[in-house]
């Protein structure tokens, strides 16, 4: 049975994407997985008219749904029933045209972490995108300056990204890429700079990036607000990343597999390991869920379509880098569904090998708890996480066609001695 959902969910359709907006999240796809920088940067440009304009949409569609909502009770005092009915029909078409709206500007958005996957390493994105979500760009203080800016270090030679234009990075509003890696805040009056706010919009990315750069900081890599920065430095007890050498495995075959898969059939399986990969045209849905009822019918899974990383898990690689333009903008309409199902006793077998003993519990969320116990020798001084360690690697494995092996890989290392080694080295530097 599946652990983290119900299977429903796994083949329901997202809100309608018309053809012209198809056409352009495939146009727009296709330059930012091109090597022309100039063409990327003069995309982004285009895209924030496209969201600023959703953005207004959105926020007038709201304002009618709320007009008509406010009519209800007057409508019940009269016994005007008829008029009710009507005025909720009205209301519920425009909860599904917010709902539309707002599915296309997070479409927008799955685009801009496209760009950021080219420019950035996963790393880098992991660490950048453990922020709240920015709002809207429409009305922001300062989005004139920050134009400027964009173009100003464009034409010094850097390649620039709009921050906004993602859900990968929630830290400052641009990202530079050069020699270096620089993420950049950009204020609209000299006074701005001068808030708490401001200060930590600022230092954060640049303790990050450090961080990233010399696998260790004296300071946290994440400040909170309302935290005076000096002193919260001061009390950290530092961070430190360790290697694990492991070569992560990518399953980027696999979308040509089921492609060609459906061409054949209604509905495409594909075993890969202990992970299963489930596909098929939106229209094939009901024989999709039969598929996967099937598929999880023995023993305890967890499983996630894979267009939910349009909208959600921004530090996720997007699943744009492993199929086409026109591939991917099939899944983000919902023309097709691509699910990875995963046998969590198959999972435990792997772990087994590698010494690791695992324990799952049952949770509607893809971080479900899962407890770890190494059965080597482990430093008693060393008091490692043995509760959903290594999450993000699981979603990748979930969203991004990341092996089920290399999760484990990665989780075995992160419970060995040679963790502990790393540490106390980098402890002595």
């Given at each position: 049975?599946?652990?983290?959902?119900?299977?429903k969910?796994?083949?329901?359709?997202?809100?309608?994407?018309?053809?012209?907006?198809?056409?352009?999240?495939?146009?727009?796809?296709?330059?930012?997985?091109s090597?022309?920088?100039?063409?990327?940067?003069?995309?982004?440009?285009?895209?924030?008219?496209?969201?600023v304009?959703l953005?207004t949409d959105i926020?007038?569609?709201?304002?009618?749904?709320?007009?008509?909502?406010?009519?209800?009770?007057?409508?019940?005092?009269a016994?005007d029933?008829a008029?009710?009915?009507?005025v909720?029909?009205?209301?519920?078409?425009?909860?599904?045209d917010i709902?539309?709206?707002?599915?296309?500007?997070?479409?927008t958005?799955?685009?801009g972490?496209t760009?950021?996957?080219?420019?950035?390493e996963?790393?880098?994105?992991?660490?950048?995108?453990g922020?709240?979500?920015?709002?809207?760009?429409?009305g922001?203080?300062?989005?004139?300056?920050?134009?400027?800016?964009?173009?100003?270090?464009?034409?010094?030679?850097?390649?620039?990204?709009?921050?906004?234009?993602?859900?990968?990075?929630?830290?400052?509003?641009?990202?530079?890429?050069?020699?270096v890696?620089?993420t950049?805040?950009?204020?609209?009056?000299?006074?701005?700079?001068?808030s708490?706010d401001?200060?930590?919009?600022?230092?954060?990315?640049?303790?990050?990036?450090?961080?990233?750069?010399?696998?260790w900081?004296?300071?946290?890599?994440?400040?909170?607000e309302?935290?005076?920065?000096?002193?919260?430095?001061?009390?950290a007890?530092?961070?430190?990343?360790?290697?694990s050498?492991i070569?992560e495995?990518w399953?980027f075959?696999v979308?040509?597999?089921l492609y060609?898969?459906?061409r054949?059939?209604?509905?495409?399986?594909?075993r890969?390991?202990?992970?299963?990969?489930?596909a098929?045209?939106?229209?094939?849905?009901?024989?999709?869920?039969?598929?996967?009822?099937?598929?999880?019918?023995?023993?305890?899974?967890i499983?996630?379509?894979?267009?939910?990383r349009?909208?959600?898990?921004?530090?996720?690689?997007?699943?744009?880098?492993?199929?086409?333009?026109e591939?991917?903008?099939?899944?983000i309409?919902?023309?097709v569904?691509?699910i990875a199902?995963?046998?969590?006793?198959?999972l435990?077998?792997?772990?087994?090998?590698?010494?690791?003993?695992?324990?799952?519990?049952?949770k509607c969320?893809d971080?479900l708890p899962?407890?770890?116990?190494?059965?080597?020798?482990?430093?008693?001084?060393y008091?490692?996480?043995?509760?959903n360690?290594?999450?993000?690697?699981?979603?990748?494995?979930?969203?991004?066609?990341?092996?089920?092996?290399?999760?484990?890989?990665?989780?075995?290392?992160?419970l060995?001695?040679?963790?502990?080694?790393?540490?106390?080295?980098?402890?002595?530097?």
């Amino acid at each position: 049975m599946l652990l983290n959902r119900a299977p429903k969910a796994l083949v329901e359709r997202p809100p309608s994407v018309s053809v012209d907006w198809q056409r352009r999240l495939e146009e727009w796809l296709s330059i930012a997985l091109s090597s022309n920088f100039r063409r990327v940067f003069k995309l982004q440009h285009e895209m924030l008219d496209a969201v600023v304009a959703l953005e207004t949409d959105i926020r007038s569609t709201q304002a009618k749904r709320k007009a008509n909502k406010v009519t209800i009770p007057d409508l019940k005092a009269a016994g005007d029933y008829a008029r009710i009915r009507e005025v909720q029909g009205i209301v519920s078409s425009l909860e599904d045209d917010i709902s539309a709206l707002q599915y296309l500007r997070d479409c927008t958005l799955f685009v801009g972490d496209t760009i950021a996957s080219r420019i950035l390493e996963v790393d880098t994105i992991k660490h950048m995108a453990g922020f709240q979500a920015p709002g809207f760009l429409s009305g922001k203080d300062g989005l004139d300056s920050e134009v400027y800016a964009a173009e100003k270090f464009y034409r010094e030679g850097w390649l620039v990204l709009f921050n906004d234009l993602t859900h990968s990075i929630r830290i400052g509003d641009l990202t530079l890429k050069g020699d270096v890696t620089r993420t950049f805040e950009v204020k609209a009056s000299a006074e701005a700079y001068a808030s708490e706010d401001a200060a930590r919009q600022i230092v954060t990315p640049i303790l990050i990036h450090d961080y990233i750069k010399n696998d260790w900081s004296p300071y946290p890599t994440a400040l909170q607000e309302n935290t005076d920065i000096a002193r919260k430095g001061a009390m950290a007890h530092g961070a430190t990343r360790v290697s694990s050498g492991i070569k992560e495995e990518w399953h980027f075959e696999v979308p040509g597999e089921l492609y060609r898969g459906i061409r054949r059939s209604e509905v495409a399986v594909l075993r890969k390991g202990c992970k299963h990969y489930l596909a098929a045209r939106g229209r094939n849905s009901e024989q999709l869920l039969q598929a996967v009822n099937d598929v999880t019918s023995s023993g305890d899974w967890i499983a996630g379509s894979v267009r939910t990383r349009v909208v959600e898990y921004g530090d996720v690689p997007p699943f744009s880098r492993w199929l086409k333009p026109e591939g991917t903008v099939e899944v983000i309409s919902g023309d097709v569904i691509i699910i990875a199902a995963i046998n969590l006793q198959a999972l435990a077998d792997l772990f087994s090998k590698s010494l690791v003993e695992i324990e799952w519990g049952k949770k509607c969320d893809d971080l479900l708890p899962i407890k770890f116990t190494p059965k080597f020798q482990t430093d008693p001084k060393y008091h490692v996480q043995r509760v959903n360690i290594c999450d993000w690697h699981r979603l990748k494995m979930l969203y991004a066609f990341c092996s089920a092996e290399t999760f484990v890989h990665i989780c075995a290392f992160m419970l060995s001695p040679a963790v502990v080694q790393q540490l106390e080295e980098r402890k002595g530097q």
